[in-house]
């Protein structure tokens, strides 16, 4: 059973500090990792895919990837108001083209 | 611009009732997905579709059918055997039946049994 496991929240950060966002999989078969932005009552929507181990930067977006831990996490850096959202991560294992949500964590960040 | 449209928004249903929720793509993506998301939960497949005339079932296809006679289209039929309908309907799309692009996602149609 291929599971990515995301902690629920609320994690509440004050604005301008910088939000972790962390998700562990299962399947050490994944190869390819997205983080979706859902706004309350709203769509996803794709702000990061990271398939290399490391580092990757987009503004203030960061994902890390460790396939030895097994690892995703998405750092915003000064954080806002409108970062107030529940953030997905899910996983994609090689041959296959239908990824493993995590069922998301709730961020909100504080004036 | 290209995206996907689901329609309608909101949906109210009756017990023992089909409806059917519309969903258009104008991003020439090979590849259409429905998801259902309830309160808590993360995204459940219920069906997909890589091309026309072909789709398969994903994890909670039960009490709901699809179509796919057109590449741009991906209508989802909840049926009177879907005994707990009342959530968030999702459609998605990813380019060349694979989503290493990730998923473009419509609007949702939240569905409501009355």
């Known amino acids: 059973q291929k599971e990515v496991e995301q902690n629920s929240g609320p994690l509440s950060v004050p604005e301008g500090a910088i939000a972790s966002l962390n998700c562990t999989y299962s399947?050490?078969?994944?190869?390819?990792f997205f983080w979706y932005r859902q706004y309350s009552g709203k769509s996803p929507e794709l702000i990061m895919f990271?398939?290399?181990?490391g580092d990757k930067e987009d503004g203030r977006f960061t994902a890390q990837l460790n396939k030895a831990s097994q690892y995703v996490s998405l750092l915003i850096r000064d954080s806002q108001p409108s970062d107030s959202a529940t953030y997905l991560c899910?996983?994609?294992?090689?041959?296959?083209?239908?990824?493993?949500f995590g069922r998301g964590t709730s961020l909100i960040v504080h004036p | 611009d290209g995206g996907i449209t689901q329609s309608p928004k909101y949906l109210f249903r009756k017990e023992g009732q089909n409806v059917t929720l519309s969903c258009e793509q104008n991003l020439n993506h090979d590849a259409m997905y429905w998801y259902r998301q309830d309160p808590g939960q993360g995204l459940r497949l219920i069906y997909y579709?890589?091309?026309?005339?072909?789709?398969q079932k994903g994890d909670i296809a039960e009490g709901y059918s699809v179509s796919r006679e057109k590449k741009e289209s991906f209508p989802l039929t909840v049926t009177s055997a879907q005994k707990n309908p009342t959530a968030f309907y999702l459609c998605a799309s990813s380019i060349e039946g694979r989503s290493n692009y990730g998923y473009t996602f419509g609007s949702g149609t939240r569905l409501t049994v009355v």
């Open positions: 399947d050490r078969g994944s190869q390819s």
């Open positions: 990271i398939y290399s181990n």
């Open positions: 899910a996983g994609l294992s090689g041959g296959s083209y239908i990824p493993t």
């Open positions: 579709s890589q091309i026309v005339n072909d789709f």
